[in-house]
């Protein structure tokens, strides 16, 4: 039952997202768009770890987890200050952290199988995605311990990590999924990566937008006020 969901929130979400990346950022356009893809990639992430746990595939089980990390701490990113959100912060620190602990453990298994593989997953990718979570949960604690966040980085953080969730989406699909492709789109990696290094080349160019300064300020909107 869960499968047909994830399939469906999964395509929704690759939809949303692709708006929201190229929308201006803080126009009505990018909120909306930005509030469809939020959920449909929280039920996607949710219903993938489900169905990887009952197939027994830890490494996709950790993908779920960790791409409901990054849209959750994203989302908080621009919704609340870092005061309001610093229990909720910690905790997906803490997530980050048995995230980064958990890959690190099955590369390490992985490491002494024969192939070097565990499951559907080289050593390598396990490693490489311990990192990314670790970074992450760094992230987290230099921004708890600054309990602060400048306009520029906040828009920043907010960016990469939505950013980050929608590449993995894509990667699952275009190349994790050739077999829902027509036959000759099947043997055709290059052109179906091309959605993934899309997703990359927009990332990298909102960043530069935001860190290099080429506008002072991008609309939109504060977090919400204290209460």
Known sequence: MLLPIHIIAGLLSIAAGAVALYAIKGSALHRRSGLVFVVSMLTMASTGALVAIAKQDPG??????????????????????????????????????????????????????????????????????????????????????????????????????????????????????????????????????IPVVLVLVVMFYWLGRVLLGRRRALPMSAPAPAR
Request: charged letters at 15%.
């Open 60 to 193: 996709t089980a950790l993908g779920g987890a960790l791409v409901i990390y990054l849209v959750c701490t994203a989302l908080l990113t621009i919704r609340r200050t870092v005061a309001q959100a610093r229990a909720a912060l910690t905790g997906l620190m803490i997530m980050a952290l048995a995230i980064a602990a958990a890959e690190l453990t099955l590369g390490a298994i992985a490491a002494r199988m024969p192939g070097r593989m565990f499951g559907h997953y080289p050593a390598a990718f396990y490693y490489v995605f311990s990192v990314v979570a670790l970074l992450c949960a760094y992230g987290d604690a230099r921004t708890l311990w600054h309990a602060r966040l400048e306009p520029a980085s906040r828009l920043a953080r907010h960016i990469w990590r939505m950013s980050f969730a929608m590449w993995f989406a894509t990667t699952s699909f275009f190349l994790g999924q050739a077999k829902v492709f027509p036959e000759p789109l099947r043997h055709m990696m290059g052109l179906r990566a």
